[in-house]
């Protein structure tokens, strides 16, 4: 079986900072792309300060979101700086950046500058709100779009405040978007030799995501609102309270309502005209949630998960994160893994959630630290020791 990752002789010039176009690189990089990312002079990217401190006073989610990745420190306000810059984009495949609009354009490097330089480029712009249309200037945050798509409408319980979805959905779904589009991209410039301009905006991917809620709103004209952990189109698929905690469970059809029924002793619930088919349960989910709490409120989580598993119905515990990673099924599928950083040593990171059989992808190496490689892609470009000791001493890279 060849360990070389798929995208391996894929070279990546990743502009981008934060979590998005990082999450982005990332994926490539897992799979064997050679990402290099070009951070700035006093303290590169930002999620270098995200969190808590780790090693240097360095953020621990910087670890992760560029394991793979090599790190060189340009000035873009020196003009040296900037012909690097163009250096390496000259010879890359494809390149990812998230500055406000414009700001590439002065250096030389928008889209057009560089297809001029490379016309295989795949060019990948990362924003809030697109390229084009009247919010193409705002800046782009999570949060934001979260606010904006629809999302936080949805997320938390009926009568709550509004709520944001646990982890940073839009920033991830645009950085999976980009990687998407990236690998489409690549595939169209392999069959005709072109590149193109890829545009991909936090608002657009977020609301990709409202499925359920834009299908019913299309259909029905109806507004959503939040449900909790309840689903919006099947009963029973939630959360109930449990003796010491809560329980998941899947009765999504018949047949797991029924067995579900059988199992935790509430065979009546079958003759009960309210909960006899799906829409009916639905139509009394407020009734039929009291019911199923109750029911379950007389057993342990441990308890109800043996049950209904030996009856074949979906279900499970909810986690926290260190359950998660406590968890046999986790462990066997090496989602915690270790790997060496040049300062803080040993250290763990999340495992690669894709397995491909005769090409997977791996963490070969951790994150770097910043501008721990500026020196070693400078001489990959041609430069002599000399010179690279000129542009330090003028400050065009660190």
Known sequence: ???????????VVDFSQILAGPFCTMLLA????????????????????????????????????????????????????VEIAKKLVAEADVLVQNFRPGVLERLGLGYEAVKAINP????????????????KSK????????????????????????????????????????AYAILSAYIHMLKTGKGQHIDV???ESAIAYTLYESATYFATGEVSGPL????????????????????????????????????????????????????????????LTEIMNQTFATRTTEDWVTTLEAANVPCGPIYDIGQVYADPQVKAREMEVEI???????????????????????????????????????????????????MHESGAVV
């Open 228 to 287: 909790g952990s309840a689903h919006r189109m099947i009963a029973p698929y939630q959360a109930f309270a449990t003796r010491d905690g809560h329980v998941n469970i899947g009765a999504a059809n018949q047949a797991n309502w029924e067995r579900m029924c059988k199992a935790v002793g509430r065979d009546e619930l079958l003759e009960d005209e309210r909960f006899t088919t799906n829409a009916d349960r639905m139509a009394h989910i407020e009734e």
């Open 340 to 390: 060496d950083h040049p300062v803080a040593g040993r250290i763990k990171n999340i495992g690669v959630p894709v397995k491909l059989s005769d090409t997977p992808g791996s963490i070969r190496f951790a994150a770097p630290t910043l501008g721990q490689h500026t020196d070693e892609i400078l001489g990959e470009l041609g430069f002599s020791a000399d010179e690279i000791a000129k």
């Open 30 to 81: 897992d799979m064997g792309a050679e990402v290099i990312k070009v951070e700035r002079p006093n303290g590169g990217d930002d999620t270098r300060r995200f969190g808590p401190p780790f090693i240097n006073g360095e953020g621990a989610a910087f670890l992760t979101l560029n394991r793979n990745k090599r790190s060189i420190v340009l000035d873009m306000k020196n003009e040296q700086g």
């Open 1 to 11: 079986m060849s360990q070389a990752g798929p995208l391996e002789g894929i070279s």
């Open 120 to 135: 295989a480029m795949v060019y990948c712009t990362i924003s809030g709100f697109g390229i084009t249309g009247p919010y």
């Open 139 to 178: 800046g782009g945050f999570d949060l934001v779009a979260q606010g904006m798509s629809g999302l936080m409408s949805i997320t938390g319980f009926p009568g709550s405040p509004p709520a944001k979805v646990g982890v940073p959905i839009a920033d991830f779904n645009t950085g999976l978007y980009s």
């Open 201 to 203: 905006s936090l608002m």
